[in-house]
């Protein structure tokens, strides 16, 4: 069953210390990886797992619509990543695409070219470790091309509620997602962020170049950033 909660209730952000608005990204980096690591492993899997029922019950009811209302479809594809560090694992969602034949895509780091590349993937077993130690699709799989209906998952250390978003610094996904602003303002093309509830803080410092994701995927439930609307499995 999925519950439309009001978002003044349980969705909570983990605040800061007072003068957040001064807080630089990079103090922020630093206070976010620390929140995330403070996380023991068990708990980290247990929350994401928990993260991944929601993503599903959010999907079945429709909460991830594309294209115009009433007609909005969900999501023919996802783009997924490998979580790596202590980062939120949506892996769950991926294995229930596979399960239902829904294409999933991952993303390919050219370090060099300062790039990355989304391709086809079938399984996990398909990943091998790229660049950061970050499991990859394989060189030669298929180059995947990101099309409207796809829900992209985008990984980050810090997210607002108004979808601004915090990652590495390496910029790999505002260049990814850069040729695609129209679509993704369009709703078309879907971006959803897995995180820890701790990890959502009251303002991520942004930059024009900075791409908003529509939705932040919690274990304590999926926020809908552009209505506010909270969505729960139970
Ligand atoms: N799971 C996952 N996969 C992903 C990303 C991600 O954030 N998470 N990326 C999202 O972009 C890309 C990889 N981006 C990365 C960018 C920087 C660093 C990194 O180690 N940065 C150094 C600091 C570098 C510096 O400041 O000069 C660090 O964090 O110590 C790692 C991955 C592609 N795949
Ligand atoms: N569309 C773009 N075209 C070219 N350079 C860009 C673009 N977007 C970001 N960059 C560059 O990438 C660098 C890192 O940007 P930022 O700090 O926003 O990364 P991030 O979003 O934290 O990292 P990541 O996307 O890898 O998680 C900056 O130097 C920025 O100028």
């Given at each position: 069953m999925l519950q439309y909660v009001e978002r003044t209730g349980r969705l909570s952000s983990s605040g800061g210390p007072r003068g957040m608005s001064t807080e630089s990204k990079r103090e922020l980096r630093e206070r976010m990886t620390a929140a995330r690591d403070a996380i023991p492993p068990k708990e980290r899997a247990a929350r994401s797992e928990r993260l991944a029922r929601h993503a599903i019950a959010a999907w079945e009811a429709g909460a991830f619509a594309w294209g115009a209302p009433p007609d909005g479809e969900r999501p023919r594809r996802l783009a997924w990543y490998a979580a790596f560090r202590s980062e939120a694992d949506a892996a769950g969602l991926a294995r229930w695409c596979w399960a239902r034949g829904i294409p999933v895509a991952?993303?390919?780091?050219?370090?060099?070219?300062?790039?990355?590349?989304?391709?086809?993937?079938?399984?996990?077993?398909?990943?091998?470790?790229g660049t950061y130690g970050i499991l990859e699709p394989a060189p030669h799989a298929p180059l995947a091309a990101l099309t409207p209906g796809t829900l992209t998952l985008v990984p980050g250390l810090a997210f607002d509620a108004r979808g601004g978003r915090l990652g590495y610094g390496g910029g790999y996904y505002d260049r990814l997602l850069a040729p695609h602003r129209a679509a993704i303002d369009a709703g078309a093309i879907?971006?959803?962020?897995?995180?820890?509830?701790?990890?959502?803080?009251?303002?991520?410092?942004?930059?024009?170049?900075?791409?908003?994701?529509?939705f932040l995927l919690t274990e304590e439930g999926i926020i809908d950033c552009k209505t506010g609307g909270a969505y729960q499995w139970s």
């Open positions: 991952a993303p390919r780091v050219d370090a060099a070219a300062k790039a990355m590349t989304l391709h086809d993937v079938a399984g996990e077993q398909e990943l091998m470790p879907l971006l959803a962020a897995p995180a820890f509830a701790a990890q959502i803080v009251d303002v991520v410092p942004t930059e024009p170049h900075d791409v908003r994701v529509r």
